[in-house]
């Protein structure tokens, strides 16, 4: 059963890029042919999809974020990285990584001057 634990700086400033890591265990995030995707929950909105990394290493992004948005992965490490770049205190939301039906606990990142 895959287990997901997402990392990230918590606290950014306006107008940085943030990074966050989504580490897998339990399964390979090369085999099958699934997504491995970020979603986040801005406060008091609903889930917003924005983007995924098949297990080809091909990339998928929400047309919405796409010119700000970046993912990658690092196979020696099973693990799948978001960046999200020229941020705001829009951007401020749990970000969640996801699998099938894994989730991730969830990461609170927070843009503020």
């Known amino acids: 059963q895959v287990q997901l634990q997402e990392s990230g700086p918590g606290l950014v400033k306006p107008s940085q890029t943030v990074s966050l890591t989504c580490t897998a265990s339990g399964g390979s995030i090369t085999t099958g042919y699934y997504y491995w995707s970020w979603i986040r929950q801005p406060p008091g909105e609903g889930l917003e999809w924005m983007g995924a990394?098949?297990?080809?290493?091909?990339?998928f992004y929400s047309p919405s974020l796409q010119s700000r948005t970046s993912i990658s992965r690092d196979t020696s490490k099973n693990q799948f990285t978001l960046q999200l770049t020229s941020t705001t205190p829009e951007d401020t939301a749990v970000y969640y990584c996801n699998h099938r039906r894994a989730w991730g606990q969830g990461t609170q990142v927070t843009v503020s001057s």
């Open positions: 990394i098949d297990t080809f290493g091909h990339t």
